[in-house]
C-alpha cells in the first residue's frame, strides 16, 4: 500500500505545470525585414511587456556584430509596463539574408536572464561574381581562368572597365550579353611565388554600393 502511495504522489509532481517565467515578454525575437537597394540602413524594433510583478531593469545590450546597434530604455520598468528595444542594422555591403543577432540582459529581484533577439535582413543582389575567387598554385601551370559577371538586377547594369591591383596578372574582358553578363579572362605571368591581386569591376549601376564590386 506504501509503495503505492508514494508512487501515485511521485505522479502528480511529475504532471504538475511548470510556472512560466515572469519579467519582460517579447511577442517576437526574430523580425525578418527586406531591404531596398537604395538603403543604407534598416530600424528593427522589439516590443516587449513587463508581465512580471516584480520591476525589471535592462541593464545591457550585447551586439554580435558592429553593424547592428541597439537601444533600450533606462531605469526600472514596472510590472505591466510596455517598451521596446530599437535597433539599426547598418547595410554596408552585405547582400542577401544576413541574419545578426542582439543579447538583451535584464534583471528582476536581483537576478539576471538574457534574451536573445535576432534581425534577418533580406538584401538583394545586384551583381554576381561567380567565382568570387581564383586560384592557381605557386609553381603550377599558368592556365587561363575567368570571372563571370553576371547582373541579376531586374535592370540591365554595364561592365564599364576592369582594374587589377597586380602587374603580374593578364585579363581581357567580353561581353557574352551587354547588360546581363561578362566574361573576365585572367592569367598569370609568373608562379614562381605568393601572390594575392584584387580584381576591382567597375560598373554604371545606379545604387553606388552595389557599383564597383570585387573579384
Not at 511521485?10 to 538603403?39: I, S, T, Y
Not at 561578362?182 to 609568373?190: A, C, D, M, N, S
Request: glycine share 8%; hydrophobic share 45%; net charge negative.
Amino acid at each position: 500500500m506504501r509503495a503505492a502511495t508514494a508512487l501515485f504522489a511521485l505522479a502528480l509532481v511529475a504532471l504538475a505545470p511548470v510556472p512560466a517565467r515572469a519579467g519582460l515578454d517579447f511577442p517576437k525575437d526574430r523580425l525578418v525585414l527586406n531591404c531596398g537597394p537604395a538603403e543604407d540602413q534598416m530600424d528593427a524594433d522589439f516590443p516587449f511587456t513587463n508581465k512580471g510583478t516584480s520591476p525589471v531593469t535592462i541593464v545591457s545590450i550585447i551586439s554580435g556584430c558592429q553593424c547592428l546597434e541597439a537601444e533600450a530604455p533606462e531605469g526600472e520598468i514596472a510590472p505591466g509596463a510596455q517598451g521596446k528595444v530599437h535597433s539599426v542594422f547598418k547595410v554596408g555591403a552585405f547582400n542577401g539574408m544576413v541574419e545578426k543577432q542582439l543579447v538583451v540582459r535584464w534583471e528582476e529581484g536581483g537576478v539576471s536572464h538574457d534574451t536573445v533577439l535576432t534581425v534577418a535582413v533580406v538584401i538583394p543582389e545586384l551583381i554576381r561574381i561567380e567565382p568570387t575567387t581564383l586560384v592557381w598554385d605557386v609553381g603550377g601551370a599558368a592556365k587561363e581562368q575567368s570571372y563571370r559577371v553576371l547582373m541579376v538586377w531586374n535592370e540591365p547594369i554595364r561592365l564599364l572597365t576592369v582594374d587589377c591591383s597586380r602587374p603580374e596578372f593578364d585579363y581581357s574582358v567580353e561581353a557574352v550579353k551587354d547588360g546581363r553578363e561578362y566574361l573576365v579572362r585572367v592569367k598569370p605571368t609568373k608562379l614562381d611565388q605568393p601572390l594575392l591581386g584584387l580584381f576591382q569591376f567597375k560598373t554604371d549601376c545606379k545604387f553606388e554600393k552595389f557599383r564597383n564590386p570585387m573579384g
